[in-house]
Protein backbone atom coordinates (compact mmCIF):
# COMPACT_ATOMS: atom_id res chain seq x y z
CA UNK A 1 0.00 0.00 0.00
CA UNK A 2 2.45 2.53 0.94
CA UNK A 3 4.45 1.53 -2.64
CA UNK A 4 1.20 3.07 -4.62
CA UNK A 5 0.97 5.81 -2.22
CA UNK A 6 5.01 7.19 -2.72
CA UNK A 7 4.43 5.87 -6.83
CA UNK A 8 1.10 8.63 -6.86
CA UNK A 9 2.20 11.22 -5.00
CA UNK A 10 5.69 11.25 -7.01
CA UNK A 11 3.38 11.64 -10.31
CA UNK A 12 1.52 14.59 -8.55
CA UNK A 13 4.46 16.20 -7.83
CA UNK A 14 6.19 15.58 -11.09
CA UNK A 15 2.96 15.92 -13.51
CA UNK A 16 0.63 19.24 -12.27
CA UNK A 17 2.10 22.35 -10.86
CA UNK A 18 -0.83 23.52 -8.33
CA UNK A 19 -0.92 27.27 -7.24
CA UNK A 20 -2.72 27.61 -3.47
CA UNK A 21 -5.31 30.02 -5.05
CA UNK A 22 -6.87 27.70 -7.04
CA UNK A 23 -7.89 25.95 -4.47
CA UNK A 24 -8.22 28.38 -1.35
CA UNK A 25 -11.53 29.97 -1.32
CA UNK A 26 -11.08 34.08 -1.32
CA UNK A 27 -13.93 36.53 -0.24
CA UNK A 28 -11.78 39.57 -2.41
CA UNK A 29 -13.39 40.51 -5.75
CA UNK A 30 -16.45 38.34 -4.99
CA UNK A 31 -19.05 37.89 -7.99
CA UNK A 32 -21.36 35.41 -7.99
CA UNK A 33 -21.21 34.73 -11.58
CA UNK A 34 -18.03 32.94 -11.47
CA UNK A 35 -17.85 28.94 -9.56
CA UNK A 36 -15.02 27.93 -8.24
CA UNK A 37 -15.91 24.79 -6.50
CA UNK A 38 -18.86 22.73 -6.48
CA UNK A 39 -19.53 20.65 -3.23
CA UNK A 40 -22.61 19.65 -1.04
CA UNK A 41 -23.23 23.22 0.00
CA UNK A 42 -22.47 25.22 -3.35
CA UNK A 43 -20.53 28.48 -2.97
CA UNK A 44 -19.50 30.52 -5.56
CA UNK A 45 -16.44 32.87 -6.07
CA UNK A 46 -14.21 34.61 -7.99
CA UNK A 47 -11.83 32.37 -10.67
CA UNK A 48 -8.29 33.93 -10.58
CA UNK A 49 -7.18 32.45 -13.94
CA UNK A 50 -10.70 32.89 -15.82
CA UNK A 51 -11.44 29.37 -16.06
CA UNK A 52 -14.51 27.51 -13.74
CA UNK A 53 -15.73 24.26 -13.43
CA UNK A 54 -18.74 23.71 -15.48
CA UNK A 55 -22.03 22.32 -14.18
CA UNK A 56 -21.81 18.86 -15.61
CA UNK A 57 -18.12 16.93 -15.14
CA UNK A 58 -17.34 13.68 -17.42
CA UNK A 59 -14.57 11.76 -16.02
CA UNK A 60 -13.95 8.47 -17.33
CA UNK A 61 -10.90 6.67 -15.24
CA UNK A 62 -8.84 3.67 -15.60
CA UNK A 63 -6.41 2.34 -13.31
CA UNK A 64 -4.19 -0.71 -11.94
CA UNK A 65 -3.33 -1.88 -8.59
CA UNK A 66 -3.76 -4.17 -5.78
CA UNK A 67 -6.36 -5.68 -3.74
CA UNK A 68 -8.00 -8.44 -1.61
CA UNK A 69 -10.76 -11.26 -1.27
CA UNK A 70 -10.75 -13.44 2.06
CA UNK A 71 -6.96 -12.66 3.16
CA UNK A 72 -6.37 -13.19 -0.30
CA UNK A 73 -4.04 -10.79 -2.02
CA UNK A 74 -4.00 -9.82 -5.54
CA UNK A 75 -3.74 -7.41 -9.19
CA UNK A 76 -6.76 -5.46 -9.85
CA UNK A 77 -7.96 -3.07 -13.02
CA UNK A 78 -10.89 -0.51 -12.57
CA UNK A 79 -12.32 1.06 -15.50
CA UNK A 80 -14.63 3.50 -14.35
CA UNK A 81 -17.10 6.99 -15.90
CA UNK A 82 -18.51 9.20 -13.87
CA UNK A 83 -20.72 12.30 -15.20
CA UNK A 84 -21.01 15.00 -12.77
CA UNK A 85 -24.11 17.19 -12.24
CA UNK A 86 -22.86 20.26 -9.36
CA UNK A 87 -22.08 18.11 -6.92
CA UNK A 88 -24.60 14.89 -7.64
CA UNK A 89 -21.92 12.35 -9.24
CA UNK A 90 -23.62 9.39 -11.48
CA UNK A 91 -20.55 6.38 -12.25
CA UNK A 92 -20.60 3.03 -13.85
CA UNK A 93 -17.72 1.31 -12.52
CA UNK A 94 -16.39 -2.39 -13.84
CA UNK A 95 -14.20 -4.06 -11.83
CA UNK A 96 -12.08 -7.32 -11.55
CA UNK A 97 -8.48 -9.17 -10.18
CA UNK A 98 -7.47 -11.41 -8.63
CA UNK A 99 -4.24 -13.61 -7.90
CA UNK A 100 -2.16 -13.66 -10.78
CA UNK A 101 -1.79 -17.65 -10.65
CA UNK A 102 -5.65 -18.13 -10.19
CA UNK A 103 -6.88 -21.82 -10.52
CA UNK A 104 -3.78 -23.36 -10.45
CA UNK A 105 -2.54 -26.64 -8.31
CA UNK A 106 -5.28 -28.23 -5.96
CA UNK A 107 -3.42 -27.29 -2.76
CA UNK A 108 -2.96 -23.22 -3.57
CA UNK A 109 -5.42 -20.52 -2.25
CA UNK A 110 -6.50 -18.00 -4.77
CA UNK A 111 -9.67 -15.47 -5.43
CA UNK A 112 -11.14 -14.10 -9.28
CA UNK A 113 -13.59 -11.78 -8.79
CA UNK A 114 -15.30 -8.90 -10.83
CA UNK A 115 -18.24 -6.74 -10.83
CA UNK A 116 -20.14 -4.15 -13.00
CA UNK A 117 -21.67 -1.41 -10.59
CA UNK A 118 -24.00 1.56 -11.07
CA UNK A 119 -23.63 4.42 -8.18
CA UNK A 120 -24.91 7.21 -7.20
CA UNK A 121 -22.50 9.26 -4.62
CA UNK A 122 -21.52 13.02 -3.62
CA UNK A 123 -18.43 14.84 -4.50
CA UNK A 124 -16.38 17.81 -4.16
CA UNK A 125 -15.02 19.47 -7.51
CA UNK A 126 -12.49 22.17 -8.00
CA UNK A 127 -11.10 23.17 -11.01
CA UNK A 128 -7.57 21.05 -10.22
CA UNK A 129 -9.38 18.09 -8.53
CA UNK A 130 -12.37 16.07 -7.50
CA UNK A 131 -13.16 14.06 -4.91
CA UNK A 132 -15.99 11.67 -4.62
CA UNK A 133 -17.52 9.13 -2.12
CA UNK A 134 -20.48 6.73 -3.99
CA UNK A 135 -22.42 4.12 -3.34
CA UNK A 136 -24.57 1.46 -5.68
CA UNK A 137 -25.51 -2.18 -6.57
CA UNK A 138 -23.44 -4.55 -8.84
CA UNK A 139 -23.53 -7.73 -10.44
CA UNK A 140 -20.03 -9.47 -9.37
CA UNK A 141 -18.76 -13.08 -9.65
CA UNK A 142 -16.58 -14.35 -7.24
CA UNK A 143 -14.37 -17.39 -6.96
CA UNK A 144 -12.37 -18.01 -3.71
CA UNK A 145 -10.24 -21.13 -2.74
CA UNK A 146 -8.76 -21.26 0.90
CA UNK A 147 -7.82 -23.50 3.78
CA UNK A 148 -10.09 -24.52 6.13
CA UNK A 149 -8.56 -23.75 9.28
CA UNK A 150 -11.13 -26.12 11.02
CA UNK A 151 -11.10 -29.12 9.06
CA UNK A 152 -9.76 -32.28 10.63
CA UNK A 153 -7.74 -33.16 7.83
CA UNK A 154 -4.88 -31.63 7.20
CA UNK A 155 -4.47 -29.08 4.27
CA UNK A 156 -8.06 -29.42 3.07
CA UNK A 157 -9.78 -26.60 1.03
CA UNK A 158 -12.64 -24.73 0.24
CA UNK A 159 -14.12 -23.36 -2.73
CA UNK A 160 -16.33 -20.88 -2.64
CA UNK A 161 -18.26 -19.60 -6.51
CA UNK A 162 -20.59 -17.14 -6.65
CA UNK A 163 -21.78 -15.91 -9.94
CA UNK A 164 -24.17 -13.66 -10.91
CA UNK A 165 -24.68 -12.31 -7.28
CA UNK A 166 -26.14 -8.84 -6.32
CA UNK A 167 -23.48 -6.31 -4.58
CA UNK A 168 -22.85 -2.98 -3.30
CA UNK A 169 -20.31 -1.42 -3.89
CA UNK A 170 -18.71 1.55 -2.12
CA UNK A 171 -16.34 3.98 -3.84
CA UNK A 172 -13.88 6.69 -3.04
CA UNK A 173 -12.02 8.65 -6.16
CA UNK A 174 -9.38 11.01 -5.70
CA UNK A 175 -8.53 12.96 -8.62
CA UNK A 176 -5.80 15.67 -9.16
CA UNK A 177 -6.77 16.79 -12.67
CA UNK A 178 -5.33 19.54 -15.33
CA UNK A 179 -7.56 22.25 -16.10
CA UNK A 180 -9.39 20.06 -18.60
CA UNK A 181 -8.29 16.37 -20.27
CA UNK A 182 -6.42 14.79 -18.23
CA UNK A 183 -5.22 13.88 -14.69
CA UNK A 184 -4.43 11.54 -12.28
CA UNK A 185 -6.12 9.76 -9.32
CA UNK A 186 -6.55 7.10 -6.61
CA UNK A 187 -9.52 4.63 -6.97
CA UNK A 188 -10.80 2.19 -4.16
CA UNK A 189 -13.63 -0.04 -3.86
CA UNK A 190 -15.06 -2.16 -1.40
CA UNK A 191 -17.59 -4.45 -3.13
CA UNK A 192 -19.69 -6.00 -0.37
CA UNK A 193 -21.68 -9.26 -0.91
CA UNK A 194 -22.87 -11.67 1.11
CA UNK A 195 -21.57 -13.45 3.12
CA UNK A 196 -19.44 -10.35 3.65
CA UNK A 197 -16.17 -12.26 4.41
CA UNK A 198 -15.65 -12.64 0.76
CA UNK A 199 -16.18 -8.51 -0.09
CA UNK A 200 -13.16 -7.98 -2.21
CA UNK A 201 -11.42 -5.05 -2.29
CA UNK A 202 -9.61 -3.08 -4.68
CA UNK A 203 -6.99 -0.02 -4.71
CA UNK A 204 -5.95 1.39 -7.99
CA UNK A 205 -3.74 4.21 -9.54
CA UNK A 206 -6.04 6.18 -12.65
CA UNK A 207 -4.90 7.73 -15.20
CA UNK A 208 -8.12 10.08 -15.98
CA UNK A 209 -9.46 11.44 -18.97
CA UNK A 210 -12.89 14.27 -19.20
CA UNK A 211 -13.96 17.82 -19.29
CA UNK A 212 -14.44 19.41 -15.93
CA UNK A 213 -14.01 23.26 -16.81
CA UNK A 214 -15.58 25.57 -18.56
CA UNK A 215 -13.99 29.36 -19.34
CA UNK A 216 -15.35 32.28 -17.07
CA UNK A 217 -17.80 34.66 -19.05
CA UNK A 218 -16.55 38.33 -18.71
Given amino acids: MKKYLL ?9 FEFKAQDFTPTTQNFNPQFDN ?44 YSMAYKSLLFSVTR ?3 GTLLAGGADNSVFYRANYIGFLIGESVRFKH ?38 SFPIELKVFLLARNGVGIGLHLSKNIVSPSKFSPFYFG ?11 SAH
Fill in 129 to 166: AMFSISAGIASSNIEVRYLDRNATVANHYIDSVSTGVL
Fill in 37 to 80: RYGPFHQTIKDTIKRTVSDFGHYFSAGIGGGSDYGISGAISLLS
Fill in 7 to 15: IFLFFCLSF
Fill in 95 to 97: GGG
Fill in 205 to 215: ISLVLGKWNKK
